[in-house]
T-cell receptor, first 114, second 113 residues
Framework: EPEVTQTPSHQVTQMGQEVILRCVPISNHLYFYWYRQILGQKVEFLVSFYNNEISEKSEIFDDQFSVERPDGSNFTLKIRSTKLEDSAMYFC????????????FGPGTRLLVL | DQQVKQNSPSLSVQEGRISILNCDYTNSMFDYFLWYKKYPAEGPTFLISISSIKDKNEDGRFTVFLNKSAKHLSLHIVPSQPGDSAVYFCAAMGPGNTGKLIFGQGTTLQVKP
């Protein structure tokens, strides 16, 4: 069964460093999302992306964040200058043809900012 | 942002019995609801969804009920199995065309053998 994959599974970085989190959505999916979950808190929406454009972004998704689909398979989340409070589990998700479909989530990347 | 609430942090049931997980929402514009299950160190796994035009949706052991007037939905698992032990998240989507899901805090279900 096709699945969303994410790399790396864990990332440790120093505050102020840039990180890039990578996702490979399911191959025929067209809509892409990033969410994060700070330890002990809710899963929070960050951004949705369709047709090479951001559809919606949350207040969390400030100028330090960016997303890109550099080729036909990868979907990346970049944090330019990480802060301690960026430490969280980051999940990528995708849907096939529309937004009112099941979002399939990847296993997540655990980011720790020291 | 407390638009979706799961007021029970945990639930424990005996194997074979019914598990009922509850979720309340405040935004009447939400029109699509989903339940996800999550194991530690894994991403959320889709279980079942319901559109606001329905009040019930069933898939095997899982049934979701939606009460729009009360802004309440529930997930019933019958019969419960030990493998169902996980964190269950309720999520809601509004009418916008962006796919943004708003999640509840989650309920940890433990099914005892």
């Amino acid at each position: 069964e096709p699945e969303v994959t994410q790399t790396p599974s864990h990332q440790v970085t120093q505050m102020g460093q840039e990180v890039i989190l990578r996702c490979v959505p399911i191959s025929n999916h067209l809509y892409f999302y990033w969410y994060r979950q700070i330890l002990g808190q809710k899963v929070e929406f960050l951004v949705s992306f369709y047709n090479n454009e951001i559809s919606e972004k949350s207040e969390i998704f400030d100028d330090q964040f960016s997303v890109e689909r550099p080729d036909g398979s990868n979907f990346t989340l970049k944090i330019r200058s990480t802060k301690l409070e960026d430490s969280a589990m980051y999940f990528c998700a995708s849907t096939r043809q529309g937004v009112r479909e099941t979002q399939y989530f990847g296993p997540g990347t655990r980011l720790l900012v020291l | 942002d407390q638009q979706v609430k799961q007021n029970s942090p945990s639930l424990s049931v005996q194997e074979g019995r019914i598990s009922i997980l509850n979720c309340d929402y405040t935004n009447s514009m939400f029109d699509y609801f989903l339940w996800y299950k999550k194991y530690p160190a894994e991403g959320p796994t889709f279980l079942i969804s319901i559109s606001s035009i329905k009040d019930k949706n069933e898939d095997g052991r899982f049934t979701v009920f939606l009460n729009k007037s009360a802004k309440h939905l529930s997930l019933h698992i019958v019969p419960s199995q030990p493998g169902d032990s996980a964190v269950y998240f309720c999520a809601a989507m509004g009418p916008g065309n962006t796919g943004k899901l708003i999640f509840g805090q989650g309920t940890t279900l433990q099914v005892k053998p």
